[in-house]
């Protein structure tokens, strides 16, 4: 039997996983607060554990934690950061 | 030299595939499958995780189903099968072409069009030898040494007499509905199959290429045919047509964020508000059991805008939908209010529409919670009870809200409205000033920055502003039954209204 399809059947082509750093040493991290509840105390003991691995990180916020981050700050993290580092919380 | 047969076949990805463009830059592997076949599952899984490789080292690969594209990519998919898909359909003519009587079948074309080789069935061995001509010596991929190593297939579907497919065919067990669970088009109920004729019907002529947009999360495109897909899946009758699609466009507005909402871990979802001639014109129901089950317009336009989320857009329970709990509602949610009855404007014309023009708003909402009152003599009573039963949805202590509240109130309590001459204006000022308490009564579990912040006795109330109570009339003449529908809140998301388009 032939039907229409509710799905959008085209294939998106898989993104290839980054390549993974050898060590944390002198990597430059982007650590992204998505804003939600208690997220930023993740990311500050992340970043305790980044620095003490010899990491440089920065921080960046969405401006909602629901809606997908602005291709700005996409732009930003990956012109700077080696690494990402997202928080999510609640 | 055996030349290769050309071909051109639907292709899942992209428009129709010629072999010519296959083996434009490089040799190609054609793997003739079929979905019934366990060995085509098995040589499609092995194969996967070779494909990259070899596409890499500019090797075209396709698997070539006689199987309708649907099934073809469905199949593909399971496989976890990444290069190009194509789907043949009867009578199997390239199939016959290339002397096919077993699938699998992988033959190997070169970029002159000289087929290289072939392998039947599955073969790890004779597969192995194969892909180290295409890619040349070492640098093939290995498929590996897991067993089974070899496999017989199973006979072509072009090898096969046609009189005797028939026959098996026709008897072979077939059940549509359980078809459809099979494809996972379903919101876990029984679905009606979209066969080219129903959504012909549903389009009514209308352009099915057509694209509203993409619908998050999953972010596959809403064409019109998609939509009207769904809407078939769901049960519409075509003369809904036209308010599922103003609710899909108001769905799919940014200012909505269905991005949100369809992943969040509230237990949200997307209710249709309908105003306006399309009530009557569509016997939607907006009397007794307005909320409930019992009308086939409200369940199957809200059904429809659902099933377009969690099929087309994929944000389904539990995969892109990581709603805690969910709530009923999320299977279809579609009220319409009683403007008739109401002592008050129609919402869309609270929302700047002309009252004769049917409109579709969409809002994120928690189930409804009932609120019964018998008792209350003046609106004043009756305006605090309504109010208080709002003061714990989405959480006890979490005030204000920041979010609105849906009040659908009950023909008895509006009419003690209108008897008393109170508008709508009163009874969100009354109710949000009814509706407050001192901050430090509230500062335990989950609370607001707002209540943290607060001196103790200060009074918080539970809504921001009265702008975020909106009422709406609707339900059975008789019982005093209201409800409110609490928010998804975080999303920063606005209510969104559209126009029902008849013609277009």
Same mark, same amino acid.
């Given at each position: 039997m032939e039907y229409v399809s509710p799905f959008d059947e085209r294939r998106r082509a898989p993104?290839?996983?980054?390549?993974?750093?050898?060590?944390?040493?002198?990597?430059?991290?982007?650590?992204?607060?998505?804003?939600?509840?208690?997220?930023?105390?993740?990311?500050?003991?992340?970043?305790?554990?980044?620095?003490?691995?010899?990491?440089?990180?920065?921080?960046?916020?969405?401006?909602?934690?629901?809606?997908?981050?602005?291709?700005?700050?996409?732009?930003?993290?990956?012109?700077?950061?080696?690494?990402?580092?997202?928080?999510?919380?609640? | 030299m055996v030349e290769a047969p050309d071909f051109t076949l639907a292709s899942v990805a992209s428009a129709p595939v010629s072999l010519g463009e296959?083996?434009?830059?490089?040799?190609?592997?054609?793997?003739?499958?079929?979905?019934?076949?366990?060995?085509?599952?098995?040589?499609?899984?092995?194969?996967?995780?070779?494909?990259?490789?070899?596409?890499?080292?500019?090797?075209?690969v396709a698997a070539v189903f006689a199987d309708p594209l649907e099934v073809a990519a469905r199949t593909a998919r399971r496989a976890g099968f990444p290069a190009a898909v194509l789907s043949e359909p009867p009578p199997y003519e390239v199939s016959s072409a290339y002397g096919l009587q077993t699938v699998p079948t992988a033959v190997l074309v070169d970029r002159g069009g000289a087929q290289l080789g072939r392998v039947v069935g599955w073969d790890a061995e004779g597969l192995q030898a194969l892909l180290a001509e295409a890619v040349g010596g070492d640098r093939a991929p290995s498929l590996g040494r897991e067993p089974p190593l070899r496999k017989p297939g199973c006979t072509a579907k072009c090898a096969l007499d046609p009189e005797l497919m028939a026959r098996l065919d026709a008897s072979a067990p077939f059940d549509e509905l359980e078809e459809m669970f099979e494809r996972g088009w379903t919101d876990g109920l029984p679905v009606i199959p979209p066969t080219p004729e129903r959504v012909r019907a549903m389009l009514g002529g209308r352009d099915g290429d057509l694209s509203l947009g993409t619908v998050p999360p999953g972010l596959g495109e809403a064409t019109v045919a998609r939509v009207a897909a769904c809407a078939v899946l769901a049960g519409c009758r075509p003369e809904y047509?036209?308010?599922?699609?103003?609710?899909?466009?108001?769905?799919?507005?940014?200012?909505?964020?269905?991005?949100?909402?369809?992943?969040?871990?509230?237990?949200?979802?997307? %209710?249709?508000?309908?105003?306006?001639?399309?009530?009557?014109?569509?016997?939607?129901?907006?009397?007794?059991?307005?909320?409930?089950?019992?009308?086939?317009?409200?369940?199957?336009?809200?059904?429809? %805008?659902?099933?377009?989320?969690?099929?087309?857009?994929?944000?389904?329970?539990?995969?892109?939908?990581?709603?805690?709990?969910?709530h009923p509602g999320k299977l279809g949610f579609c009220i319409a209010e009683d403007e008739e009855t109401s002592p008050w404007e129609p919402f869309h014309v609270e929302r700047g529409f002309a009252a004769e023009?049917?409109?579709?708003?969409?809002?994120?909402?928690?189930?409804?919670?009932?609120?019964?009152?018998?008792?209350?003599?003046?609106?004043?009573?009756?305006?605090?009870?309504?109010?208080?039963?709002?003061?714990?949805?989405?959480?006890?202590?979490?005030?204000?809200?920041?979010?609105?509240?849906?009040?659908?109130?009950?023909?008895?309590?509006?009419?003690?409205?209108?008897?008393?001459?109170?508008?709508?204006?009163?009874?969100?000022?009354?109710?949000?000033?009814?509706?407050?308490?001192?901050?430090?009564?509230?500062?335990?579990?989950?609370?607001?920055?707002?209540?943290?912040?607060?001196?103790?006795?200060?009074?918080?109330?539970?809504?921001?502003?009265?702008?975020?109570?909106?009422?709406?009339?609707a339900g059975g003449e008789a019982g005093r039954y209201s409800a409110v529908l609490g928010p998804c809140t975080g999303m920063g998301e606005q209510i969104v209204s559209e126009e029902v388009r008849w013609n277009t």
């Open positions: 993104v290839p996983l980054a390549r993974r750093p050898a060590g944390m040493a002198g990597a430059r991290v982007a650590l992204l607060d998505i804003t939600k509840r208690q997220g930023a105390q993740f990311l500050d003991r992340i970043e305790s554990h980044l620095r003490d691995a010899g990491a440089e990180t920065f921080r960046l916020s969405k401006e909602i934690f629901s809606k997908p981050a602005a291709p700005e700050i996409i732009r930003r993290i990956a012109n700077r950061g080696d690494l990402a580092v997202e928080g999510l919380a609640d | 296959l083996i434009a830059r490089g040799p190609a592997l054609l793997v003739f499958v079929s979905e019934e076949c366990p060995t085509s599952a098995l040589t499609l899984r092995r194969l996967a995780p070779v494909a990259p490789a070899l596409l890499k080292a500019g090797v075209e047509f036209p308010v599922v699609l103003a609710a899909a466009r108001a769905a799919l507005a940014p200012a909505f964020n269905l991005n949100g909402q369809a992943v969040t871990t509230q237990p949200a979802g997307q %209710l249709v508000v309908v105003n306006g001639p399309a009530r009557e014109l569509l016997d939607l129901n907006c009397g007794i059991g307005a909320l409930g089950p019992g009308s086939r317009a409200n369940l199957t336009i809200g059904r429809a %805008l659902r099933l377009l989320v969690s099929l087309t857009g994929e944000g389904y329970p539990g995969r892109l939908d990581r709603s805690t709990l969910g023009r049917s409109v579709v708003t969409l809002m994120a909402c928690d189930a409804p919670l009932s609120i019964s009152d018998h008792r209350s003599t003046t609106p004043e009573e009756l305006t605090r009870v309504l109010g208080w039963a709002a003061a714990a949805t989405w959480s006890p202590n979490w005030w204000p809200l920041g979010a609105p509240s849906l009040f659908v109130i009950c023909p008895e309590h509006a009419a003690m409205f209108r008897r008393a001459g109170w508008g709508k204006d009163r009874v969100r000022e009354e109710m949000f000033a009814a509706v407050r308490r001192p901050a430090r009564e509230l500062r335990w579990g989950e609370t607001t920055p707002q209540v943290m912040a607060a001196r103790d006795e200060d009074m918080i109330p539970k809504w921001s502003s009265p702008d975020d109570i909106l009422l709406l009339v």
